[in-house]
């Protein structure tokens, strides 16, 4: 049975930073690229960030690029997003997603992840 675990979501002033975890199990996470993607109340799910299969890769929303960076360690099923400069428009409810992709691919449509995480909460206020 495939598990995604988010952790470390939290209620943060403006300007500050933050570090979400997820952990990947009943899978080889190596065979699959490792994506964040947020919804926000009324609005639809978006990409955030995506990490290759190998981690050579990786890919940003032109709204975090500069300010998250996302990792992964293969050796222990872990993706991580590293947040900062945050703001109120970041406030969402933040989902890790495996996506079985060929080679070092990272696709950014909701459509696309096999498995997905039930979310950790994000709130930023000014």
């Known amino acids: 049975q495939v598990q995604l675990v988010e952790s470390g979501g939290a209620l943060v002033q403006a300007g500050a930073s933050l570090r979400l975890s997820c952990v990947a199990s009943g899978l080889t996470s190596s065979d699959y690229a490792m994506d964040w993607f947020r919804q926000a109340p009324g609005k639809e799910r978006e990409f955030v960030a995506g990490?290759?299969?190998?981690?050579?890769?990786?890919d940003y929303a032109e709204s975090v690029k500069g300010r998250f960076t996302i990792s992964r360690d293969n050796t222990k099923n872990t993706v991580v997003l590293q947040m900062g400069s945050l703001k109120p428009e970041d406030t969402a409810v933040y989902y890790c997603?495996?996506?079985?992709?060929?080679?070092?691919?990272?696709?950014?449509?909701?459509?696309?992840?096999?498995?997905w995480g039930q979310g950790t909460q994000v709130t930023v206020s000014s």
């Open positions: 990490i290759s299969r190998s981690g050579s890769r990786t």
């Open positions: 997603a495996a996506d079985l992709v060929p080679g070092e691919i990272i696709r950014t449509s909701a459509r696309s992840p096999d498995y």
